[in-house]
């Protein structure tokens, strides 16, 4: 079981953004971010807990290990209130927590 | 550019069989494990389960296993989500997805590419 808090956040644009995740059991380092904004699909930001992925802007940073994970955007911009998932990949069945909502 | 391009928005009624695709470009598909994700109305990501083309190796959630089947095409380089008989809480988009394997003591895998997704709605 993933479980992500909070559930929302409201943030002003240029503020710093730090989303939660936490599992059931240790899933270190099979863990993985995704964005997904309204009407599109979910985008891979983090895989390996703290790996960005290609073309992925570095004022997103994540990390933690064992069940405990974070996901910090350092300056939020207007592009990036959308909502965000955390997924292990460590065991059958993947699981993902249930979103965090990243609004103005 | 790898793309996953999945087949188009499905209305049906309850009890009725349905098969949507998603056609892997620019990437070997008999080499990546391909899976599916569903999304309810206004509601979270679900993991369906997960299918090696290379071979046939199929994974599913419990909650969806005997449910849907999941299959691949290596020839048509075209994964395939079916139902032999819909409900109307069924109705919820569709993605699939390619991963990325790695080693590390085991074998894992991650999503690094989405389809746009396909919209079932199943209604009577």
């Known amino acids: 079981l993933m479980t992500q808090s909070p559930a929302t956040l409201s943030v002003s644009p240029g503020k710093r953004a730090t989303l939660y995740c936490r599992a059931s059991?240790?899933?270190?380092?099979?863990l993985a971010w995704y964005q997904q904004k309204p009407g599109q699909a979910p985008r891979l930001l983090i895989h390996g807990a703290s790996t960005r992925a290609t073309g992925i802007p570095a004022r997103f940073t994540a990390g933690g290990s064992g069940t405990d994970f974070t996901l910090t955007i350092s300056s939020l911009q207007p592009e990036d209130f959308a909502v965000y998932y955390c997924?292990?990949?460590?065991?059958?069945?993947?699981?993902f927590g249930q979103g965090t909502k990243v609004e103005i | 550019d790898v793309q996953l391009v999945q087949s188009g928005a499905e209305v049906k009624r309850p009890g009725e069989s349905l098969k949507i695709s998603c056609e892997g470009s620019?990437?070997?598909?008999?080499?990546?494990?391909i899976g599916w994700v569903r999304q309810m109305p206004g509601k979270g990501l679900e993991w369906m389960g997960i299918i090696y083309p290379g071979d046939s190796d199929t994974r599913y959630n419990p909650s969806f296993q005997g449910q849907v089947t999941i299959s691949a095409d290596t020839s048509m380089s075209t994964a395939y989500l079916q139902w032999s008989s819909l409900k109307a809480s069924d109705t919820a988009i569709y993605y699939c997805?390619?991963?990325?394997?790695?080693?590390?003591?085991?074998?894992?895998?991650?999503?690094?590419?989405w389809g746009g997704g396909t919209t079932v709605t199943v209604s009577s």
């Open positions: 059991h240790s899933v270190s380092p099979n």
């Open positions: 997805a390619r991963y990325i394997t790695y080693y590390r003591y085991y074998y894992f895998h991650y999503i690094d590419v």
């Open positions: 620019g990437y070997n598909l008999t080499t990546h494990w």
């Open positions: 997924q292990q990949y460590n065991n059958w069945p993947h699981t």
